[in-house]
T-cell receptor
Framework: EAEVAQSPRYKITEKSQAVAFWCDPI?????LYWYRQILGQGPELLVQ????????DSQLPKDRFSAERLKGVDSTLKIQPAELGDSAMYLC?????????????FGSGTRLTVV | KNEVEQSPQNLTAQEGEFITINCSYS?????LHWLQQHPGGGIVSLFM???GKKKHGRLIATINIQEKHSSLHITASHPRDSAVYIC?????????FGAGTRLTVKP
C-alpha cells in the first residue's frame, strides 16, 4: 500500500542548532502538507504546497522555519535555530488534489526533542 | 472556542464495552475525517464522511450535517483500540483538527 515516507522518525537536537525533516509523498499526489502537533493537541498546518509552489504558509514562523519542494515531489522542512518550544511531532501529509475528499494520507511523523 | 470540539478528552473503557466519541464543528465543511493516532505518532485515516453513516469492521462513523455533529463508535472494544482518535473537518484546502480523544481500553 502506498505511503507517505518521513525521516527521521526521531530527532534530538540542542537549542540553537539547525534541524531538517524530509517527506516523500505518495506518487502522483500534487498537494503536500506539513503539520506540527504539540503533545495533547491536534495537528496545526505549517505549510501547504501545490506541486512546487507554496499555497499557504501563513502559520509558518518564517524567522526560523523554511520549507521547500523544489521539484514538486519530496519536501524538506528546516528549523534554524531550533528553540525549546519547537519540540513536537512534525507530520507530513499528501493528497491527490487540494480539497480532494479521498487519498489524504499522513506519514508516520518526526518526533523532535529540543534540549 | 475551537472550531472543532471533541468529547470526551480522555476515555477509559473495559474490553468489550461499546465506545462513543463525539465531534462538533462550527464551520462549513466538505468532508469530515476520523483519524487514529497510535503512541508512535503516525496517523491513519479511518473514515471520511460527507453524509450519513459508514461502517468498517467494529468501527462505525456517523455525521449529521444539519447539527454539525459526528460520532465515532467502537463496538466490542479491545485493548488494541487504545489510541488517540482525532476528528478533522475539511473545506476545500483547509483542514481543521480537534484536539483528539485519548482512548484506553483495559483488558
Amino acid at each position: 500500500e502506498a505511503e507517505v515516507a518521513q525521516s527521521p522518525r526521531y530527532k534530538i537536537t540542542e537549542k540553537s542548532q539547525a534541524v531538517a525533516f524530509w517527506c516523500d509523498p505518495i506518487s502522483g499526489h500534487a498537494t503536500l502538507y506539513w503539520y506540527r502537533q504539540i503533545l495533547g493537541q491536534g495537528p496545526e498546518l505549517l505549510v501547504q504546497f501545490q506541486d512546487e509552489s507554496v499555497v499557504d504558509d501563513s502559520q509558518l514562523p518564517k524567522d526560523r522555519f523554511s520549507a521547500e519542494r523544489l521539484k514538486g515531489v519530496d519536501s524538506t522542512l528546516k528549523i534554524q535555530p531550533a528553540e525549546l518550544g519547537d519540540s513536537a511531532m512534525y507530520l507530513c501529509a499528501s493528497s491527490f488534489t487540494p480539497g480532494a475528499n479521498y487519498g489524504y494520507t499522513f506519514g508516520s511523523g518526526t518526533r523532535l526533542t529540543v534540549v | 472556542k475551537n472550531e472543532v470540539e471533541q468529547s470526551p478528552q480522555n476515555l477509559t473503557a473495559q474490553e468489550g464495552e461499546f465506545i462513543t466519541i463525539n465531534c462538533s464543528y462550527s464551520v462549513g465543511i466538505s468532508a469530515l475525517h476520523w483519524l487514529q493516532q497510535h503512541p508512535g505518532g503516525g496517523i491513519v485515516s479511518l473514515f471520511m464522511l460527507s453524509s450519513g453513516k459508514k461502517k468498517h469492521g467494529r468501527l462505525i462513523a456517523t455525521i449529521n450535517i444539519q447539527e454539525k455533529h459526528s460520532s465515532l463508535h467502537i463496538t466490542a472494544s479491545h485493548p488494541r483500540d487504545s489510541a488517540v482518535y482525532i476528528c478533522a473537518v475539511r473545506n476545500n484546502n483547509d483542514m481543521r483538527f480537534g484536539a483528539g480523544t485519548r482512548l484506553t481500553v483495559k483488558p
